[in-house]
Nanobody, 127 residues
Framework: QVQLVESGGGLVQAGGSLRLSCAAS????????MGWFRQAPGKEREFVAA????????RYADSVKGRFTISRDNHKNTVYLQMNSLKPEDTAVYYC????????????????????WGQGTQVTVSS
């Protein structure tokens, strides 16, 4: 089974940028849609962004549109989340996840469709 490991989190001032990475352990990663989710203290986990297996289709939560960009490099088995213009309300643990239904054209934002999860990486944005 594919394992996912996130990295790139940290502490940043409001208005700053971070790039999160999620490395997959197996080549089967290249056939999966991938998503980023986040969970702030005291809140439920929420969808952030997702990308299709080919990278040709993406979806974003309204709260991050225009600021965050999801991308992937299937040669490196890695998906990225570039986060710009960060706000204190972006503070959360960020998780990457895989939708292991292979080669799906439609990208889903439904958390229940993602069945492999990383351990999460903390992002803290100070005001």
């Amino acid at each position: 089974q594919v394992q996912l490991v996130e990295s790139g989190g940290g502490l940043v001032q409001a208005g700053g940028s971070l790039r999160l990475s999620c490395a997959a352990s197996e080549r089967t990663f290249s056939s999966y849609a991938m998503g980023w989710f986040r969970q702030a203290p005291g809140k439920e986990r929420e969808f952030v962004a997702a990308v299709s297996w080919s990278g040709g289709s993406t979806r974003y939560a309204d709260s991050v549109k225009g600021r965050f960009t999801i991308s992937r490099d299937n040669h490196k088995n890695t998906v990225y989340l570039q986060m710009n213009s960060l706000k204190p309300e972006d503070t959360a643990v960020y998780y990457c996840a895989a939708d292991t239904r292979p080669l799906r054209v439609v990208v889903t934002i439904q958390e229940v469709r993602y069945d492999i999860w990383g351990q999460g990486t903390q992002v803290t944005v100070s005001s």
